[in-house]
């Protein structure tokens, strides 16, 4: 279920957020903010759909909590990977469970347009939470790095980034074809 409030992501922050900081935006930082758990419980919360574009990924329990949503078929799952970070031997043991030919679930590895990588990290929970930042989804990155994790409540700013995370995974599966042909024909 949606979070009610991001005031439910609160107990994730080391010290209390000051007085007036808006109610549609919560951030966090690591090493010491609980990063991973605030992420944990966003994707947690999801009730009809995620939207992942993400660099870098190799954390198990974030991809256990979203293997049970690419598992039930009443949420989509859109995710946008890229392809240097997947080629990971820790990545690639992560996405070789996935689910991808499931209706609703919809995957992506690839490059940037423009033939570099993918940098993103940003993921959309039921049209109306934004997460974006330079946070990776590995223990280093959540826990050991001096990284940054914005949650943004607003269906608007959502509906901007999903629009370009929209083009760039359906970029992503036009290179995932382009791949499978060649290798057809080679």
């Known amino acids: 279920m949606t979070l009610s409030s991001l005031s439910e992501l609160d107990?994730?922050?080391a010290a209390p957020f000051p007085p007036g900081y808006p109610e549609d935006t919560r951030t966090f930082y690591s090493p010491v903010d609980r990063v991973h758990?605030?992420?944990e419980a966003l994707l947690t919360s999801a009730a009809k759909s995620i939207v992942v574009a993400m660099y870098g990924y190799d954390d198990t329990q974030l991809n256990s909590v979203l293997q049970s949503k690419l598992r039930d078929e009443n949420i989509y799952v859109q995710m946008s990977l890229d392809s240097t970070q997947a080629a990971g031997k820790a990545e690639h043991k992560l996405l070789a469970s996935w689910l991808n030919d499931k209706t609703g679930n919809s995957i992506a590895i690839g490059h940037s347009e423009k033939s570099a990588i993918m940098h993103l990290k940003m993921v959309i929970v039921d049209g109306v939470d934004l997460v974006t930042g330079s946070t990776n989804w590995s223990e280093g990155g959540e826990t050991e790095q001096d990284n940054q994790l914005t949650v943004i409540r607003d269906p608007y700013v959502c509906a901007e980034a999903r629009s370009r995370i929209d083009i760039i995974h359906d970029d992503m599966l036009?290179?995932?074809?382009a791949r499978a042909t060649t290798a057809k024909s080679g």
């Open 11 to 13: 107990q994730y922050k």
């Open 37 to 39: 758990d605030a992420l």
């Open 174 to 177: 036009k290179q995932m074809a």
